[in-house]
């Protein structure tokens, strides 16, 4: 539902978005510009969310999460295990080669690393992160947690849903669905990868599940145009866009006059193309990097080939959650996690 102001005290009529794609003559940037102005109007009354609010303070405004496919063991970073270094070179245990059948086991390997607290806190930090132990007491590392299964894939699913099964929501889909955006103009759940390909798995990473698709990841591209598509080929007037659109609201109405047990998903395709419109307006100045100064783009290792593709997308999600943004993720390419 939309409200549409009067004048600067009141609101007045409220109308559903299908409704307001029929009447509106005005095309989608129109609709994305007086979206916009609303949005502008509700952060002045002090709203908490344009798109979704909630039914408690959040105490965390924005999430980037860094999912590393194959990262570096946790028992040489930020876990130690002395007693596995106590039974260094011994053969595995019975109950382990009973559960996993492989055609040969190895023997128990501790770590080479040497470990000691670091902070207020304590925390026992690997040699090999002299850096990040540095920052120990602005760092939750999670100890308690564990898998029950050992296959890659299920384990996957099973931290971005918390299920081994595929079909499930992931956390940045239920923070979507829970809590909204903050901005109305960008997505409330981001994907940056690689633009050289997806993450193993694919696109799962980043699924809704059984909640409507409009709360799924939507993927930025990091390097050229952030989405693809988004914006019209020069050759297409705006009167062509606009006759194109108005057959696209005149088809929408007939099929769900057809079909009114598919309203959900049409509605989230209209919620696509609505958040389309005003990705055209913000998305570009959101990913533009030249405003960043050279100081700042050396600190994420812009300036670096090894470095250059991953800090960009970390200095972009930053830029993200400075605009409203609520949980991106950062992935890598493929499958690194036998290394």
């Known amino acids: 539902m939309m409200l549409f102001p009067t004048d600067s005290t009141r ?132 100890r308690s947690m564990h898998t029950e299964h050992n296959n890659h894939e299920q384990a996957l699913w099973h931290i971005h849903t918390g299920r081994i099964v595929t079909g499930r929501p992931t956390i940045g889909a239920w923070v979507s669905y829970a809590l909204g955006s903050e901005n109305q103009n960008l997505p409330t759940y981001v994907v940056l990868r690689n633009d050289n390909g997806l993450p193993t798995d694919g696109t799962r990473n980043w699924s809704s599940g059984f909640l409507p698709p409009r709360y799924q990841g939507v993927h930025f591209r990091n390097t050229g145009t952030p989405v693809l598509y988004l914006q019209p080929p020069s050759a297409v007037s705006d009167n062509t866009q606009r006759l194109r659109r108005d057959l696209l609201r005149q088809l929408n109405d007939e099929h769900l006059a057809r079909q009114p047990r598919i309203a959900p998903d049409l509605e989230a395709r209209i919620a696509s193309y609505e958040m389309a419109a005003r990705m055209q307006l913000s998305a570009g100045a959101a ?34 959650v400075e605009r409203g943004v609520r949980y991106i993720q950062i992935f890598v390419e493929s499958q690194i996690w036998d290394t």
């Open 11 to 142: 609101f007045a009529d409220v109308i559903s978005r299908r409704d307001l794609f029929t009447r509106s003559a005005a095309g989608f940037a129109g609709i994305a510009l007086g979206g916009m102005l609303c949005e502008e109007a509700a952060r002045a009354a002090g709203s908490n969310s344009v798109s979704g609010g909630f039914h408690f303070a959040p105490r965390a405004k924005a999430v980037i999460q860094l999912f590393q496919h194959g990262g570096p063991s946790h028992m040489d970073t930020v876990d130690p295990k002395p007693e596995l270094n106590n039974q260094n070179g011994k053969p595995m245990p019975k109950y382990f080669t009973d559960l996993v059948k492989i055609s040969a086991h190895g023997n128990l390997l501790g770590t080479p690393f040497k470990f000691r607290p670091h902070g207020e806190c304590g925390v026992e930090y690997s040699e090999i992160l002299p850096h990040t132990a540095t920052c120990a007491d602005d760092i939750a590392v999670i």
């Open 287 to 320: 990913l533009n990097l030249a405003e960043e100064t050279g100081e700042t783009q050396a600190a994420y290792g812009l300036s670096q080939p090894k470095t250059d593709s991953y800090g960009r997308r970390c200095l972009i999600a930053r830029r993200l």
